[in-house]
């Protein structure tokens, strides 16, 4: 399905809460509900929804929505979406782990595989969340050489400034004195080998 973008969130409160009610239906072929559902840097929608059968049968399936919202857009169309379903292995993979963890299995190959990205991804932010935090005056060492734009390689790097609001940190190469900018470190492996005084 496309993008459906409309005018109001009929007496939702927020994007998140209309999705919700998108997904809760109670129809004669189904019974559904939202079991926990999250709005992701107010870009991606993810929920955990529950589906009942007549039989009895249950399957808890993953919703996957991008999401555009601006009140105050200029033409009035301040919400918009595009649903999908992990069966469609959607790109969008930060899914957060309560949602994952409700789940139940399933046999569709690209579901599969989205929910082993989305497992992976937790694991390396879990594992970045450990590593130890730069500060400036830090020698730091990466395990593999960092190309620059300057066509120079560099495996230790002292860290000079923070820039926390854009997660980019100043690093200069001790051998040139050369400045670098580099986005994203956290995701790199390195470890600290000088801590600053």
């Given at each position: 399905?496309?993008?459906?973008?409309?005018?109001?969130?009929?007496?939702?409160?927020?994007?998140?809460?209309?999705l919700?009610?998108?997904?809760?239906?109670n129809q004669?072929?189904?019974?559904?509900?939202?079991?926990?559902?999250?709005?992701?840097?107010?870009?991606?929608?993810?929920?955990?929804?529950?589906?009942?059968?007549?039989?009895?049968?249950?399957?808890?399936w993953?919703?996957?929505?991008?999401?555009?919202?601006?009140?105050?857009?200029?033409e009035?169309?301040i919400?918009?979406?595009k649903?999908?379903?992990?069966d469609?292995?959607?790109c969008?993979?930060?899914?957060?782990?309560?949602i994952?963890?409700?789940?139940?299995?399933?046999?569709?190959?690209?579901a599969?595989?989205?929910?082993?990205?989305?497992?992976?991804?937790?694991?390396?932010?879990?594992q970045?969340?450990?590593?130890?935090?730069?500060?400036?005056?830090?020698?730091?060492?990466?395990?593999?050489?960092?190309?620059?734009?300057?066509?120079?390689?560099?495996?230790?790097?002292?860290?000079v400034?923070?820039?926390?609001?854009?997660?980019?940190?100043?690093?200069?190469?001790?051998?040139?004195?050369?400045?670098?900018?580099?986005?994203?470190?956290?995701?790199?492996?390195?470890?600290?080998?000088?801590r600053?005084?």
């Open positions: 399905m496309g993008w459906l973008f409309m005018q109001s969130l009929e007496g939702h409160s927020g994007p998140k809460q209309y919700d009610g998108q997904y809760t239906q004669q072929t189904h019974v559904s509900k939202v079991l926990r559902s999250a709005l992701v840097k107010m870009r991606v929608y993810y929920a955990a929804v529950e589906t009942v059968f007549p039989d009895g049968k249950r399957d808890v993953a919703a996957v929505c991008l999401v555009k919202y601006n009140p105050r857009d200029r009035g169309y919400f918009g979406y649903d999908m379903s992990e469609s292995g959607p969008e993979a930060e899914c957060p782990k309560e994952l963890d409700l789940l139940t299995p399933t046999d569709s190959a690209n599969k595989e989205w929910r082993e990205r989305c497992h992976k991804l937790l694991a390396l932010r879990e970045n969340a450990k590593k130890p935090k730069l500060q400036p005056g830090q020698i730091v060492e990466f395990d593999s050489p960092i190309y620059m734009t300057d066509k120079t390689s560099h495996k230790t790097l002292e860290v400034t923070l820039w926390p609001r854009s997660r980019s940190i100043i690093f200069r190469a001790p051998d040139t004195g050369a400045t670098y900018n580099i986005r994203n470190v956290r995701r790199r492996t390195y470890k600290v080998i000088n600053a005084a």
